[in-house]
């Protein structure tokens, strides 16, 4: 299986802008930019979205291994928190934490606490962030 995002940017860093999509047209044509990174202007940034995708990824991840222990949530709320940091010349994403709210009646919180973790270390995007990068990279001059 695969999903497609893009982007398209013009301009210069400070002056330019751009847009993200997605293939399923939940995202079409969001504006991002310089400001909406750093300075807090409209628009999206990736960070905030590598954000929401490790949200929705973990929280469908522990939703499943709950189920396999035998806890079925009423809901699962999650913040992923992405640090943005300047290091030497660039910018690195240094941190993501995860701040998880779950309402199981009754459950076990060892039990719990173990299906969490699991969940951190397992989930796609948690594994993502550690993958290797490949890259296609066409000059049309």
């Known amino acids: 299986m695969q999903k497609i995002g893009s ?4 301009g210069g860093i400070k ?8 293939e399923s047209g939940v995202l079409k044509d969001a504006p991002y930019g310089f400001k909406a990174r750093f300075e807090g202007g409209p628009g999206t940034n990736p960070e ?20 396999e222990a035998g806890m079925v949530p009423d809901s ?7 640090t943005l940091e300047k290091e030497g010349g660039g910018f690195s994403i240094t941190a993501v934490h995860l701040d998880v709210a779950v309402r199981i009646p ?31 990279a066409t000059l049309n001059a």
């Open 76 to 82: 699962i709320d999650t913040k992923a928190t992405v």
């Open 15 to 22: 002056d330019g802008g751009g847009t993200i999509s997605t």
């Open 106 to 136: 009754g459950a076990d919180q060892a039990a719990f606490d173990k299906c969490a973790q699991t969940a951190k270390e397992n989930c796609p995007v948690s594994k993502l962030l550690k993958a290797p990068i490949t890259m296609n």
């Open 7 to 10: 982007a398209r940017w013009q």
């Open 48 to 67: 905030e979205l590598i954000g929401a995708a490790h949200a929705g990824c973990f929280s469908m991840a522990l939703s499943l291994i709950l189920g």
